[in-house]
């Protein structure tokens, strides 16, 4: 498995314009750019960024990627907090799965402690702004090694 997945839920599509205080002034274009340029450093053979306002969008790559064989860095959105139909759609592919959230989801509001999805991922790397996305390549790519 040598291919990397990026998918992001919704409202992500606005980075740079959404509350920047929280989420950056980078654009969405940027960060897939730098992910792309530190997927192709750690030698994955492809990197495709995905990006989705629409939970059953999401869900059908997520099936996707097992056919694939992508591992998946996950930035779910406001769907980690309820979107169980994503959680078993995780579950079921059975590949390497990396949540990851920009801003520390402990420090926000209440509903966002809760990831539906943690449970059902390898990992997850919050508060780390868009570095938590090279962050969770580096992950991917060692677990895919083992």
């Known amino acids: 498995m040598k291919n990397v997945l990026i ?3 919704p409202n992500l ?9 929280t989420y950056g002034d ?5 960060l897939c750019a730098d992910i792309k340029a530190k997927a192709a ?5 492809s990197c ?5 306002n629409h939970e059953g969008e999401i869900i059908d790559k997520i099936h996707a990627a097992r056919l694939d064989k992508c591992g998946i860095i996950l930035n779910a959105g406001a769907y980690t907090h ?3 139909a994503i959680r078993d759609a995780i579950a079921a592919v059975k590949i390497p799965v990396i949540e ?3 801003s520390n989801i402990e420090k926000r509001e209440e509903f966002r402690h809760t ?5 059902v991922c390898s990992g997850t790397i919050f508060g780390f702004g868009r570095i938590g996305y090279l962050l969770a390549l580096q992950a991917l790519k060692w677990k895919v090694k083992s």
């Open 26 to 30: 980078d654009t969405y274009e940027s």
């Open 7 to 9: 998918i992001n839920g």
């Open 48 to 52: 495709e960024c995905f990006q989705s």
């Open 41 to 45: 450093e750690l030698g994955f053979d």
């Open 82 to 84: 309820y979107s169980y």
């Open 100 to 102: 990851v959230h920009i």
């Open 115 to 119: 990831s539906v999805i943690s449970a």
């Open 13 to 21: 599509n606005l980075l740079g314009e959404r509350e920047p205080g």
